[in-house]
């Protein structure tokens, strides 16, 4: 029996354990959080490590979304694929999952731009062009420590202000 204390997210109506925040990835998602509200202030919700329903019998916990403004509740509910304008995934030891599971859902569900902050190797997986259908994004791009890129969503993002801190600094 589970209760409100275990780490688990519903993906694709499997229930799946869920990884510790490590400090690399709770640097991230202060970063992340900072990078968006400098960006777009209070246009949109911003949600840490909250679940979002998806229609595939999933109810994931991404790292970072951004949604639609308006109040998630228990009468209204988690943000749905309709509300989600972006989700971003932080990995480091989840990193094979985000691009695989966590990708095909995503997809499935019509989410249009989704990240994975890929700690190991410092760089930002952009995907986008989903397809419903197969479950699949058809557009990967990856973006190294040191550039920028084009988000649909919010414009140009320039990689080093959403990776963790370096050790030198």
Known sequence: MLTELDK???LVGKIIAKMPVGEHHADV??????FFYQRLGTKYKFRA????TLPNDSEPEPGFAVVVRRKYNRTTGHPKPEDILLLIEVADSTLQ?????????YALAGVKEYWIINIPERQVELYLKPSEKKGLYRT?????????F??????EVNVDEVLPDTEEE
């Open 8 to 10: 688990v997210e519903l």
């Open 29 to 34: 998602l202060s970063n992340i959080a900072d």
């Open 49 to 52: 490590q909250s679940p979002v």
């Open 97 to 105: 999952y985000d691009r695989s599971q966590k990708a095909e859902a």
């Open 140 to 148: 990967l791009s990856v973006y190294e420590s040191g550039s920028q």
């Open 150 to 155: 084009t988000s649909p969503f919010c414009g």
